[in-house]
Structures are given as C-alpha cells and as structure tokens.
C-alpha cells in the first residue's frame, strides 16, 4: 500500500513538473511578477504571468537597406512591446516603417519587455548599450506607478538611466506618462512631475504624454482596457515621431 501511494504521488509531481514546464513556469523557470500598465482615466489591472515573459536581453537590431543607419533602441514595458499585439504592430516599429517610407531609414532596437519597472529597465541598460545606439528611447515607470512605489525612487531610476546613456554617447528621448486619478490627487500630481522634471534637469528632450490621444479611450484599448490596439499603437507612434524627428536632424 505505501509503495502504491508512492508511487502515485511520485507521478502526480512528474505530471505537475511537466505541466509547469511547458508552460514556462517550474523547474528552474523564473516565474514573472504581474504588473498593470499605466493608462490615464483607467484603473490598475495586473498583468497575467505570461504577458510578463520576456528575454533579459534585447533582440537584435532590425537590418536596414543602409548600413549606416541610426540605431534607436527602446527602452520599456508592454507597451513598447506591444503586448497582445504583432510585434509589427507595436509603435516602435510603426515609427521605423514611417521613417523608412519618409526616406530616412533606422535600425530599430526593441527593448520592451512587459512588467518591466524603472528598476528593471536599469538593470537590463548594460546590455542595451553594448548594442551601441545612437538614440535611447525611454519609456518606463508605468509600472512603478501602478504598484504605487515611491516616486523619488522612479526619478531616481530614470535619472540614472538617462546619465549612463549620455556618458556612452547616447542621445537619450524621455516619454512621460500618467496615472488614473483613483491613485489619489497628490500621487498622481508627483508621478506626474517625475518626467519634466527629469527633462529639464537633464536638459533632455521630452513627450509629456505618449498615451494622448489614447488612454481612456475603448476604441483604442484592447479588452483589458490597458494596452493599446493596432490602431493605438499607431496613434502612439505618431505621438513620439515629431521629438525623435528633431532628435535624428530628420523632416517628414
């Protein structure tokens, strides 16, 4: 009798142990911490476990018809990897196909990975930098605010970042976001205020908010109310185009 429970039990684990596994969960997987995205006018959601997957390093660089196009990696969370979403369709890559049929043509870097904080963004940068971009597009904290942590901590983190790119040449373009007004009156104004005030500091150029136009809209929002849909993304897109035209010396 104790071999037979034993024995079952032993192939209940394997079956447990193999279920984990193929879903990317056990055995030895690390297991990703859900976290919402920020939306103005909309409450926190957390993400799931498998929106929250993603590689530690960032892919390649996009080839270009030129070889000496500029490189501009992204820096940020699931909205920059497009979350629910054809990774062409994330706004990243809207704005490299606009560049490319406006005749200034980028190597595209995309570095979103979704959960992803200000904290965690510093932490992957070393390995952002040594594919050596010429732009650094950061858009992070969204995360950070919806989990409600110190906003001197967020500032912090984004000051951080933008001073490490520029002491390896890079040009850095910071993009601000919001939280919903249910965080309450006086964390929502700091949040806010992290990114100007980080802009003008570090003389930085800055897209107050790259969700305008966006957020809080339900024909712009995939069902979770959260991310945005194709349509959105491209909308994004446009919203980020004018500042890294000017960044890049480029005309529509």
Request: aromatic content about 4%; hydrophobic content about 40%; charged content about 20%.
């Amino acid at each position: 009798m104790f071999v037979r429970k034993h024995s079952h039990r032993h192939a209940w684990r394997l079956a447990l142990c193999a279920a984990l596994c193929a879903a990317g969960l056990g055995c030895g997987a690390d297991v990703p911490t859900p976290a919402g995205e920020a939306q103005a006018g909309r409450a926190a959601s957390p993400e799931t476990a498998a929106e929250a997957e993603a590689p530690d390093a960032p892919e390649s660089a996009s080839e270009s018809a030129e070889s000496g196009a500029p490189l501009v990696a992204f820096l940020g969370d699931s909205l920059t990897a497009g979350f629910g979403l054809a990774k062409d369709r994330a706004y990243p890559a809207v704005i490299e196909r606009t560049l490319r049929e406006e005749g200034h043509p980028i190597r595209l870097l995309n570095a979103g990975v979704s959960g992803d904080t200000s904290a965690g963004g510093l932490n992957r940068l070393p390995a952002v930098l040594k594919q050596h971009p010429d732009v650094l597009v950061v858009a992070l904290g969204g995360n950070d605010g919806l989990r409600g942590l110190p906003t001197e901590s967020t500032r912090k983190n984004l000051k951080a970042i933008v001073e490490a790119a520029r002491e390896q040449g890079v040009q850095v373009l910071l993009l601000g976001l919001k939280m919903p007004p249910n965080y309450g009156p006086e964390y929502t104004e700091s949040f806010e205020r992290i990114y100007p005030d980080v802009a003008d500091e570090l003389d930085v150029p800055l897209v107050p908010f790259m969700l305008a136009g966006v957020a809080g809209d339900p024909e712009l929002n995939q069902g979770d109310g959260i991310h945005p849909t194709a349509d959105g993304q491209a909308l994004v897109a446009g919203n980020v185009l004018p500042a890294l035209r000017e960044l890049l010396g480029k005309s529509p």
